[in-house]
């Protein structure tokens, strides 16, 4: 009996270690299948069917990026693949520019519309932004249709097929193999990006900006970003796609098409790379093989497949709300990343301040909203190598001044110093520059991103490489000193045996100390704390009270808000009171014990 028992752990290893090896080479099995296919003796049908779905797999590669990681919704791919396809079509025809060079003007006029609507529209939030998407994806739709230049409804015809040194590629297997060219380089370029410190820049901001840009994120920069490069990519499928039909015309390029991109991307897996693949190919085959057979089954021709597709995606999203590709993350256990980087070069640390050194200077600080005041004239100091608490009862407004301090909210009055420099009024991300991090009241956490990728977003600033080298792989010597580092403050805050767990799977207190240690990962010199004791057992309050005392042996400041008396009293140099917004009092940790108006602010008066 006990050896069938013992031996239960070693057979679920053993399945999980299998797992992880079908997840680690199963992408390369798919490279493989994609590029063995056209060399089967397959139908030329089916050879044309497998280029369409590569090149739908392009625009919805870029909805993966911008729509299943960062959620931010666009109806707009397929106005994208509309510009590429309409500037290779105009010069090769009226020009007789070369197919190869309308591709990187294509790019080059893609970007630039790109650019500038997305620092438009990606200022929006909420239902503003697919609204906004649809709105200019109908703009270009009826430019599209309605300039002579461009043929109107009709569109352009005549346009050349590709050649490679004079020879002509065709419509089928060797475009076929010129589209998944393009379609596999894009993949892997996305799965390195999206390993990097740029790509966990861009899974933080499907949480909102507030968290990413305490990070020092910049998240308009990015979103304007990753929305330039998923149009670019929709636009390499229009240069594909005009030279594989001989003749573009505005139908394919409308909001239908958009939509349809969008239903791709859900059905495969809107987060997962390779789910872009799938997405395509299913849907693709489910609508000719529908328009086939449907009309068989009802015996009456119509668009009876557009209510299938309906009915399936609600049942995808009932029952996989992932997508398909889900089922595989699913089904194989996740391979834990290796760790490479122990003997990485240790980050360049920040030099700390002179003990005494004022870091945080509040002056008068007041912030209302509407006729409420908040903060009412709020005045304290924080020093080097001093931990001040912030104390008072719900509703004092401390929450409120971390956001006036960190620039989250602006201050209707007074001043914020750090370090002698002006910083209200100063974005979170150019006051996480100069030195000053902090953890939330509310957790903010990326729950699919692990415990360590979650650390390694507080050293963001600390990196410099940027997309382009993530995806040419050029920054690995950078990551595996980002990764040290987060490591090294994971072990500090007792989590460095969960770092490959994913961060939504942790106790409420283990994801407050993860906080810290991604607050810790961007080395400051003031460090504020936002009720970091809660929901941590005393074990794990007496370990976090033995981390503070380290950081203050440091040089670090600290500002702590924080309901646990205990720990306060155990920590803390210097304690300012609030009540109603206003300052109460501050003292020694003693003066405020024994301070009639704090007993009356917790407690109440007898009348």
């Given at each position: 009996m006990n050896t069938a028992v013992s031996s239960q752990p070693a057979a679920q290893d053993a399945l999980n270690a299998k797992g992880s090896a079908l997840r680690r080479y199963g992408p390369w099995a798919l490279v493989a299948v994609i590029v063995l296919l056209p060399l089967l003796p397959l139908p030329?049908?089916?050879?044309?069917?497998?280029n369409y779905i590569g090149l739908y797999a392009l625009p919805v590669l870029g909805l993966v990026l911008l729509t299943g990681v960062a959620g931010l919704t666009s109806f707009g791919q397929a106005a994208f693949v509309g510009i590429g396809a309409?500037?290779?079509?105009?010069?090769?025809?009226?020009?007789?520019?070369?197919?190869?060079l309308t591709l990187?003007?294509?790019?080059?006029?893609?970007?630039?519309?790109?650019?500038?609507?997305?620092?438009?529209?990606?200022?929006?939030?909420?239902?503003?932004?697919?609204?906004?998407?649809?709105?200019?994806?109908?703009?270009?739709?009826?430019?599209?249709?309605?300039?002579?230049?461009?043929?109107?409804?009709?569109?352009?015809?005549?346009?050349?097929?590709?050649t490679i040194f004079g020879y002509e590629i065709g419509q089928r297997r060797l475009f076929y193999g010129l589209v998944w060219l393009f379609v596999l380089a894009a993949s892997f370029a996305l799965v390195r990006?999206?390993?990097s410190r740029s790509g966990r820049a861009v899974r933080a901001l499907a949480r909102g900006s507030q968290m990413a840009e305490a990070m020092g994120i910049d998240t308009l920069r990015h979103k304007v970003g990753i929305f330039v490069l998923a149009a670019m990519l929709a636009s390499i499928s229009g240069w594909l796609f005009a030279h594989f039909q001989r003749t573009v015309n505005p139908s394919p390029f409308g909001l239908k098409m958009g939509i349809e991109y969008l239903f791709m991307a859900v059905m495969g897996g809107a987060a997962h790379v390779w789910g872009a693949i799938a997405g395509a190919g299913v849907v693709k085959v489910l609508e000719d093989q529908l328009q086939v057979l449907l009309p068989m089954l009802i015996g009456t021709s119509g668009s009876y497949e557009v209510i299938v597709f309906g009915i399936l995606l609600v049942l995808v999203l009932k029952y996989l709300p992932d997508g398909l590709w889900s089922f595989v993350d699913r089904k194989f256990a996740r391979a834990p990343r290796k760790v490479d980087w122990h003997d990485a070069a240790a980050l360049p640390k920040r030099a700390m301040p002179?003990?005494?050194?004022?870091?945080?200077?509040?002056?008068a600080v007041r912030k209302t909203f509407g006729g409420l005041v908040a903060v009412n004239d709020i005045s304290f100091q924080t020093r080097a190598g001093q931990i001040v608490g912030l104390i008072g009862p719900n509703g004092a407004g401390k929450s409120t001044t971390f956001n006036l301090v960190t620039g989250v909210l602006r201050a209707s009055g007074g001043a914020v110093n750090f370090r002698g420099q002006r910083i209200d009024g100063l974005p979170s991300r150019r006051i996480a520059r100069l030195g000053m991090s902090r953890t939330f009241q509310h957790v903010k956490l990326v729950p699919e991103m692990t415990v360590l990728e979650n650390a390694a977003l507080g050293a963001h600033l600390r990196g410099?490489?940027?997309?382009?080298?993530?995806?040419?792989?050029?920054?690995?010597?950078?990551?595996?000193?980002?990764?040290?580092e987060a490591e090294r403050q994971l072990q500090r805050v007792g989590l460095g045996e969960?770092?490959?767990?994913?961060?939504?799977?942790?106790?409420?207190?283990?994801?407050?100390?993860?906080?810290?240690?991604?607050?810790?990962?961007?080395?400051?010199?003031?460090l504020l704390l936002d009720e970091p004791a809660a929901g941590l057992r005393h074990k794990e309050k007496q370990a976090l009270a033995e981390v503070l005392r380290g950081l203050r042996a440091e040089g670090m400041g600290i500002l702590l808000v924080e309901h646990d008396m205990s720990l306060v009293m155990d920590v803390c140099d210097h304690?300012?009171?609030?009540?109603?917004?206003?300052?109460?009092?501050?003292?020694?940790?003693?003066?405020?014990?024994?301070?009639?108006?704090?007993r009356a602010a917790y407690l109440g008066t007898e009348h």
């Open positions: 030329e049908f089916w050879i044309i069917q497998l309409y500037t290779t079509a105009w010069l090769t025809v009226n020009l007789g520019v070369s197919p190869w990187l003007i294509g790019l080059g006029i893609t970007g630039v519309s790109a650019l500038v609507i997305g620092a438009i529209t990606l200022r929006m939030s909420g239902h503003y932004l697919p609204l906004a998407t649809i709105a200019w994806a109908l703009s270009l739709y009826y430019l599209m249709g309605n300039v002579d230049a461009l043929g109107k409804y009709d569109g352009i015809l005549g346009i050349e097929g590709l990006l999206l390993d002179a003990a005494g050194e004022v870091l945080l200077d509040v002056q410099r490489k940027g997309p382009l080298a993530a995806m040419l792989r050029t920054d690995r010597t950078q990551e595996r000193e980002l990764l040290r969960l770092m490959h767990e994913q961060a939504g799977n942790l106790a409420m207190g283990q994801q407050r100390l993860l906080e810290i240690a991604r607050a810790l990962a961007a080395d400051p010199a003031l304690i300012v009171v609030m009540e109603f917004g206003t300052h109460l009092m501050e003292g020694t940790p003693a003066e405020v014990q024994r301070s009639e108006k704090v």
